[in-house]
């Protein structure tokens, strides 16, 4: 069983940055991909970012593609989801999730909204 807890939410104002971290823990660490996923008020899950654990393969979002980067810390088993120039579009529960099993491409992970285990999530609100 994997365990995953966010961390980092909180209100920045338009055009600010943030960091997210998920902390990872459990008795098997040997997910095949990790991502970061989002919902706001009235609107349904969206992947963010995925990475591919074995080769680092990741996909962006187009909504995010320039502003958002994903890293991660082995040693600590953390997940980093970095996020600049941030607008009130961006405003929602974030939450990490790690997939166990393989699919055909990390794009699947993040578009299907894929995971086996979920954290709680952390809000992000961007608004001045």
């Known amino acids: 069983q994997l365990q995953l807890v966010e961390s980092g939410g909180g209100l920045v104002q338009p055009g600010g940055s943030l960091r997210l971290s998920c902390a990872v823990s459990g008795v098997t660490l040997d997910y095949y991909a990790i991502g970061w996923f989002r919902q706001a008020p009235g609107k349904e899950r969206e992947g963010v970012l995925c990475i591919k654990n074995s080769d680092g393969r990741t996909y962006y979002a187009d909504s995010v593609k320039g502003r958002f980067t994903i890293s991660r810390d082995y040693a600590k088993n953390m997940v980093y989801l970095q996020m600049n120039s941030l607008k009130p579009e961006d405003t929602a529960v974030y939450y990490c999730?790690?997939?166990?099993?393989?699919?055909?491409?990390?794009?699947?992970?993040?578009?299907?909204?894929?995971?086996?285990?979920w954290g709680p999530g952390t809000q992000v609100t961007v608004s001045s």
């Open positions: 999730a790690a997939l166990m099993r393989p699919v055909t491409t990390v794009q699947d992970m993040c578009v299907m909204n894929l995971g086996n285990h």
